[in-house]
């Protein structure tokens, strides 16, 4: 049971280079979630998953898409990576009380 | 907008002791609240969470105690381990039973084991 996934650890990008960043859970979680977490601040939502088929808007969703491939993936895409997009990008599940599951994190790099 | 955050960025207390790190937050609608814990270059842990019809909740070692008088949410640690060392987030979530629209984080408290 490895709980969340997320890959890559690293990625480097230039600006307007596009990629997507994959995360997976085993934990049976209807609802998962896409944060960034920037330095010195806590997680900002970017979409949110309440169950597959359905994605919606969070806090920062510029310059962002998602997938809700099936239930176990859901997926965050960069269309034209920016510098302001440098950051930790953290997918987590959640919980049957919502309290949520964290994966151990893409770090990007955008130069 | 309304926010969740902590009153210290920085904590640092001596292994043995209890560590008490604080939390105010500022949407009266609150209902669920959560600590996390996150080590470096992990991702965030689910420590223990609180409904808004509770005011304490005991754990393994942790006790998170809320106040909806003051709005203000503490993580309280018992006999601090070096292991404890990390950055404390609290969250919020408007939503009885949490809710499937994602959790409000406060900024983080670094917590720093003297020996």
């Known amino acids: 049971n490895a709980g969340v996934t997320q890959t890559p650890k690293f990625q480097v990008l230039k600006t307007g280079q596009s990629m997507t960043l994959q995360c997976a859970q085993d934990m049976n979680h209807n609802s998962m979630y896409w944060y960034r977490q920037d330095p010195g601040m806590g997680l900002r939502l970017i979409y949110y998953s309440a169950s597959e088929g359905t994605t919606d808007k969070g806090e920062v969703p510029n310059g962002y898409n998602v997938s809700r491939l099936n239930k176990r993936e859901f997926s965050l895409r960069l269309e034209s990576a920016a510098p302001s997009q440098t950051s930790v990008y953290f997918c987590?599940?959640?919980?049957?009380?919502?309290?949520?599951?964290f994966g151990p994190g893409t770090r990007l790099t955008v130069t | 907008g309304e926010s969740v955050g902590l009153h210290l960025p920085t904590l640092s207390v001596q292994e043995g002791d209890n560590s008490i790190i604080n939390c105010a937050y500022s949407?009266?609608?609150?209902?669920?609240f959560i600590w996390y814990k996150q080590e470096s270059g992990k991702g965030p842990q689910f420590i223990i969470d609180?409904?808004?019809?509770?005011d304490k909740r005991q754990g393994q070692r942790v006790t998170v105690l809320l106040n909806k008088t003051v709005k203000h949410l503490s993580l309280q640690i018992a006999a601090t381990q070096p292991g404890d060392s990390a950055v404390y987030f609290c969250?919020?979530?408007?939503?009885?039973?949490?809710?499937?629209?994602?959790?409000?984080f406060g900024k983080g408290t670094h917590l720093i084991i003297q020996p």
């Open positions: 987590a599940g959640g919980g049957i009380f919502y309290e949520q599951y």
């Open positions: 949407n009266s609608a609150s209902d669920y």
């Open positions: 969250a919020e979530s408007p939503y009885s039973g949490g809710g499937a629209d994602g959790l409000t």
């Open positions: 609180i409904r808004s019809n509770m």
